[in-house]
């Protein structure tokens, strides 16, 4: 049975002082990866415990979750640079296996989702992915 990941993009608003929701952002199904996020389905040990959802999550997310009735496991949330240290992991692990090119584009939608996570830490509005997954 295989695997999917959710995510959800927030970030922290200045003006409205909460974190809103952003977008749904893609995920492409790679374990190694999911095992660094959060121990699911991956060879990877993960780098931070799944911490559950956020208790100040935004209502889109939480309404989301709730869809899937019980279906959804191991939901966790991480900030950018928990985001990119599970990133650079995943990118040792696999290259050392002689993946080396394939990795990167494996990955390019998980960098893309890290790069906007980035732009709102920038813009000092620090942003997290929401996560969980599904069978």
Known sequence: ??????IHLEHRSRKKNKYVYDFEADGERIYALFGALA????PIDPLYKPRG????????VLEE?????GDAHTPSWLNT?????????TI??????????????????YEKTYEY???????????????????
């Open 1 to 6: 049975m295989a695997t999917d990941i959710w």
């Open 39 to 42: 121990g699911a389905r991956g």
């Open 53 to 60: 959802l956020p208790n100040d999550v935004s209502p889109e």
């Open 65 to 69: 979750y709730r869809l899937f009735e």
């Open 81 to 89: 640079e928990e985001f990119r240290r599970c990133l650079d992991l």
């Open 92 to 109: 040792t692990v696999l290259s050392k296996k002689g993946d080396e090119e394939n990795v990167k584009t494996w990955l390019q939608v």
């Open 117 to 135: 996570m980035k732009y709102c830490d920038d813009e000092g509005e620090p942003s997290r992915m929401v996560f969980w997954f599904d069978n």
